[in-house]
Protein backbone atom coordinates (compact mmCIF):
# COMPACT_ATOMS: atom_id res chain seq x y z
CA UNK A 1 0.00 0.00 0.00
CA UNK A 2 0.85 3.57 -0.64
CA UNK A 3 2.03 5.19 2.14
CA UNK A 4 0.93 8.82 2.64
CA UNK A 5 2.82 11.38 5.23
CA UNK A 6 1.77 14.48 6.34
CA UNK A 7 3.93 16.97 8.12
CA UNK A 8 2.99 18.94 10.79
CA UNK A 9 0.65 17.12 12.26
CA UNK A 10 -0.68 19.93 14.10
CA UNK A 11 -0.45 23.57 12.57
CA UNK A 12 -0.78 26.77 14.97
CA UNK A 13 -1.19 29.54 12.85
CA UNK A 14 -2.29 33.22 13.51
CA UNK A 15 -5.05 35.04 11.67
CA UNK A 16 -4.51 36.27 8.88
CA UNK A 17 -0.75 34.28 8.23
CA UNK A 18 0.07 31.96 5.81
CA UNK A 19 0.38 27.94 6.32
CA UNK A 20 2.01 25.16 4.56
CA UNK A 21 0.85 21.32 5.10
CA UNK A 22 3.64 19.11 2.88
CA UNK A 23 2.88 15.51 2.04
CA UNK A 24 4.91 12.86 1.23
CA UNK A 25 3.75 9.53 -1.00
CA UNK A 26 6.18 6.33 -0.63
CA UNK A 27 5.30 5.97 -4.36
CA UNK A 28 5.14 8.30 -7.14
CA UNK A 29 1.81 9.25 -7.52
CA UNK A 30 1.78 9.52 -11.74
CA UNK A 31 -0.67 7.12 -13.37
CA UNK A 32 -0.35 5.85 -16.45
CA UNK A 33 -2.67 8.19 -18.29
CA UNK A 34 -0.29 11.18 -17.23
CA UNK A 35 -1.98 12.57 -14.42
CA UNK A 36 -0.99 12.73 -10.66
CA UNK A 37 -4.23 11.67 -8.48
CA UNK A 38 -3.33 14.12 -5.16
CA UNK A 39 -6.28 15.44 -3.65
CA UNK A 40 -6.47 17.54 -0.47
CA UNK A 41 -9.74 17.34 2.17
CA UNK A 42 -10.48 19.71 4.53
CA UNK A 43 -12.90 18.30 7.74
CA UNK A 44 -14.26 21.21 10.03
CA UNK A 45 -15.11 20.27 13.34
CA UNK A 46 -18.38 18.22 13.29
CA UNK A 47 -19.01 18.27 9.47
CA UNK A 48 -18.04 15.74 6.74
CA UNK A 49 -14.62 15.83 4.76
CA UNK A 50 -15.03 17.89 1.49
CA UNK A 51 -12.41 18.02 -0.86
CA UNK A 52 -10.21 21.12 -2.05
CA UNK A 53 -7.74 20.33 -4.23
CA UNK A 54 -7.99 17.44 -7.08
CA UNK A 55 -4.88 16.39 -9.05
CA UNK A 56 -2.77 17.88 -7.26
CA UNK A 57 -3.39 21.89 -8.39
CA UNK A 58 -6.98 22.05 -9.35
CA UNK A 59 -9.37 23.86 -7.18
CA UNK A 60 -12.67 22.36 -6.32
CA UNK A 61 -15.66 24.33 -7.25
CA UNK A 62 -16.50 27.23 -4.75
CA UNK A 63 -13.20 27.02 -2.82
CA UNK A 64 -11.53 29.95 -2.00
CA UNK A 65 -8.49 30.96 -4.06
CA UNK A 66 -6.42 31.56 -0.80
CA UNK A 67 -5.96 27.41 -0.97
CA UNK A 68 -3.64 26.38 -3.25
CA UNK A 69 -2.01 22.79 -4.26
CA UNK A 70 1.51 22.22 -6.13
CA UNK A 71 4.01 19.39 -6.53
CA UNK A 72 5.00 16.86 -8.18
CA UNK A 73 5.84 12.52 -8.05
CA UNK A 74 6.20 11.81 -4.25
CA UNK A 75 5.94 15.45 -3.12
CA UNK A 76 3.18 17.89 -2.83
CA UNK A 77 2.07 20.56 -0.46
CA UNK A 78 -1.05 22.43 0.34
CA UNK A 79 -0.96 26.42 1.01
CA UNK A 80 -3.23 28.74 2.53
CA UNK A 81 -2.01 32.38 1.43
CA UNK A 82 -4.11 34.02 4.49
CA UNK A 83 -5.96 32.19 7.51
CA UNK A 84 -9.43 32.74 7.73
CA UNK A 85 -11.21 31.66 11.14
CA UNK A 86 -13.07 29.54 8.72
CA UNK A 87 -9.99 27.17 8.55
CA UNK A 88 -10.08 25.41 11.69
CA UNK A 89 -10.13 21.91 11.13
CA UNK A 90 -8.23 18.90 9.98
CA UNK A 91 -6.72 18.59 6.24
CA UNK A 92 -6.07 15.05 4.64
CA UNK A 93 -3.98 14.16 1.61
CA UNK A 94 -4.95 11.40 -0.49
CA UNK A 95 -3.86 9.65 -3.41
CA UNK A 96 -6.27 7.99 -5.62
CA UNK A 97 -3.15 6.41 -8.16
CA UNK A 98 -2.52 3.39 -6.58
CA UNK A 99 -5.57 1.28 -5.93
CA UNK A 100 -6.43 -0.40 -4.32
CA UNK A 101 -6.62 1.02 -1.44
CA UNK A 102 -6.80 4.95 -1.59
CA UNK A 103 -5.10 5.97 1.11
CA UNK A 104 -4.80 9.20 3.45
CA UNK A 105 -2.29 10.70 5.07
CA UNK A 106 -2.65 11.23 8.84
CA UNK A 107 -4.59 14.64 9.08
CA UNK A 108 -3.06 17.59 10.09
CA UNK A 109 -4.76 20.28 12.63
CA UNK A 110 -5.02 23.19 11.76
CA UNK A 111 -5.51 25.83 14.92
CA UNK A 112 -5.98 29.26 15.35
CA UNK A 113 -3.22 30.62 17.77
CA UNK B 1 -28.58 19.63 -6.31
CA UNK B 2 -26.60 16.59 -5.15
CA UNK B 3 -27.25 14.33 -2.26
CA UNK B 4 -25.62 11.29 -0.87
CA UNK B 5 -27.57 10.28 2.06
CA UNK B 6 -26.38 7.67 4.37
CA UNK B 7 -28.46 5.25 6.87
CA UNK B 8 -28.48 2.06 9.01
CA UNK B 9 -26.27 2.84 11.30
CA UNK B 10 -26.68 1.82 15.28
CA UNK B 11 -25.11 0.13 17.52
CA UNK B 12 -24.42 -4.10 17.09
CA UNK B 13 -22.43 -6.32 19.33
CA UNK B 14 -19.38 -8.11 18.05
CA UNK B 15 -19.91 -10.77 15.40
CA UNK B 16 -23.12 -9.02 14.15
CA UNK B 17 -24.06 -7.58 10.84
CA UNK B 18 -25.19 -4.23 9.63
CA UNK B 19 -26.27 -3.05 6.12
CA UNK B 20 -25.91 0.50 5.50
CA UNK B 21 -27.47 2.31 2.54
CA UNK B 22 -26.59 5.51 0.94
CA UNK B 23 -29.30 7.22 -0.81
CA UNK B 24 -28.14 9.24 -4.22
CA UNK B 25 -29.69 12.11 -6.03
CA UNK B 26 -28.69 14.98 -8.44
CA UNK B 27 -26.76 12.69 -10.10
CA UNK B 28 -26.31 10.06 -12.76
CA UNK B 29 -25.88 7.17 -10.10
CA UNK B 30 -25.82 4.35 -13.37
CA UNK B 31 -22.43 6.06 -14.13
CA UNK B 32 -20.96 6.38 -10.86
CA UNK B 33 -18.06 4.91 -9.37
CA UNK B 34 -19.62 4.90 -5.51
CA UNK B 35 -16.78 4.52 -2.56
CA UNK B 36 -17.48 4.00 1.42
CA UNK B 37 -14.89 5.51 3.68
CA UNK B 38 -14.78 5.21 7.55
CA UNK B 39 -13.32 7.18 10.41
CA UNK B 40 -12.60 5.66 14.12
CA UNK B 41 -14.11 8.28 17.08
CA UNK B 42 -10.90 10.44 16.75
CA UNK B 43 -9.23 8.93 14.15
CA UNK B 44 -8.34 9.73 10.70
CA UNK B 45 -9.83 8.69 7.29
CA UNK B 46 -9.83 5.37 6.04
CA UNK B 47 -11.20 4.12 2.83
CA UNK B 48 -12.81 0.96 2.82
CA UNK B 49 -13.88 0.00 -0.37
CA UNK B 50 -15.52 0.58 -3.55
CA UNK B 51 -17.83 -0.25 -6.78
CA UNK B 52 -17.36 0.66 -10.15
CA UNK B 53 -20.40 1.20 -12.18
CA UNK B 54 -22.06 -1.56 -14.21
CA UNK B 55 -21.04 -0.44 -17.70
CA UNK B 56 -17.55 -1.00 -16.13
CA UNK B 57 -18.04 -4.17 -14.95
CA UNK B 58 -19.41 -3.22 -11.01
CA UNK B 59 -16.31 -5.09 -9.58
CA UNK B 60 -15.60 -4.09 -5.82
CA UNK B 61 -12.59 -3.66 -4.09
CA UNK B 62 -11.61 -3.41 -0.48
CA UNK B 63 -9.08 -2.46 2.16
CA UNK B 64 -7.91 -5.42 3.73
CA UNK B 65 -9.08 -4.83 7.07
CA UNK B 66 -12.94 -5.24 5.67
CA UNK B 67 -11.79 -7.56 2.54
CA UNK B 68 -14.10 -10.87 3.69
CA UNK B 69 -16.43 -9.62 5.81
CA UNK B 70 -17.74 -6.63 4.02
CA UNK B 71 -19.56 -6.44 1.14
CA UNK B 72 -20.45 -3.53 -1.66
CA UNK B 73 -23.48 -3.54 -3.49
CA UNK B 74 -25.71 -0.91 -5.55
CA UNK B 75 -28.77 -0.69 -6.87
CA UNK B 76 -29.21 1.59 -10.09
CA UNK B 77 -33.44 1.50 -9.88
CA UNK B 78 -33.28 2.76 -6.62
CA UNK B 79 -29.96 5.06 -6.87
CA UNK B 80 -28.77 3.50 -4.07
CA UNK B 81 -25.28 1.87 -3.11
CA UNK B 82 -25.03 -0.77 0.23
CA UNK B 83 -22.53 -1.81 2.80
CA UNK B 84 -23.13 -5.05 4.24
CA UNK B 85 -20.86 -5.74 7.54
CA UNK B 86 -20.35 -9.21 8.61
CA UNK B 87 -18.77 -10.64 11.74
CA UNK B 88 -18.17 -7.04 12.92
CA UNK B 89 -15.49 -6.37 15.10
CA UNK B 90 -15.04 -3.25 18.28
CA UNK B 91 -12.12 -2.02 15.72
CA UNK B 92 -15.41 -1.24 12.91
CA UNK B 93 -16.79 1.20 14.99
CA UNK B 94 -16.63 4.62 13.02
CA UNK B 95 -18.10 7.06 11.12
CA UNK B 96 -19.11 5.52 7.64
CA UNK B 97 -19.18 8.05 4.55
CA UNK B 98 -20.48 7.31 1.12
CA UNK B 99 -18.61 9.31 -1.13
CA UNK B 100 -18.23 9.55 -5.15
CA UNK B 101 -16.12 11.30 -7.53
CA UNK B 102 -13.07 11.82 -4.23
CA UNK B 103 -10.98 10.08 -6.10
CA UNK B 104 -10.01 11.54 -9.92
CA UNK B 105 -13.47 13.34 -10.84
CA UNK B 106 -13.49 16.96 -10.96
CA UNK B 107 -16.30 16.89 -8.58
CA UNK B 108 -16.60 15.15 -5.59
CA UNK B 109 -19.34 14.76 -2.96
CA UNK B 110 -19.55 13.29 0.21
CA UNK B 111 -22.87 12.30 2.66
CA UNK B 112 -23.45 12.74 6.40
CA UNK B 113 -22.08 9.80 7.66
CA UNK B 114 -23.64 7.32 9.76
CA UNK B 115 -22.30 5.95 12.98
CA UNK B 116 -21.91 2.60 13.87
CA UNK B 117 -20.75 1.32 16.75
CA UNK B 118 -19.81 -2.66 17.47
CA UNK B 119 -20.16 -3.09 21.44
CA UNK B 120 -20.79 -5.69 24.01
Known amino acids: DIVMTQSPLSLPVTLGQPASISCISS???????????LNWFQQRPGQSPRRLIYKVSNRDSGVPDRFSGSGSGTDFTLKISRVEAEDVGVYYCMQGTHWPPYTFGQGTKLEIK | EVQLVESGGGLVKPGGSLRLSCAAS????????MSWVRQAPGKGLEWVGR??????????DYAAPVKGRFTISRDDSKNTLYLEMNSLKTEDTAVYYC???????????WGQGTLVTVSS
Open chain 2, 51 to 60: IKSKTDGETT
Open chain 1, 27 to 37: QSLVYSDGNTY
Open chain 2, 99 to 109: TTGSTRSSRAF
Open chain 2, 26 to 33: GFTFTNAW
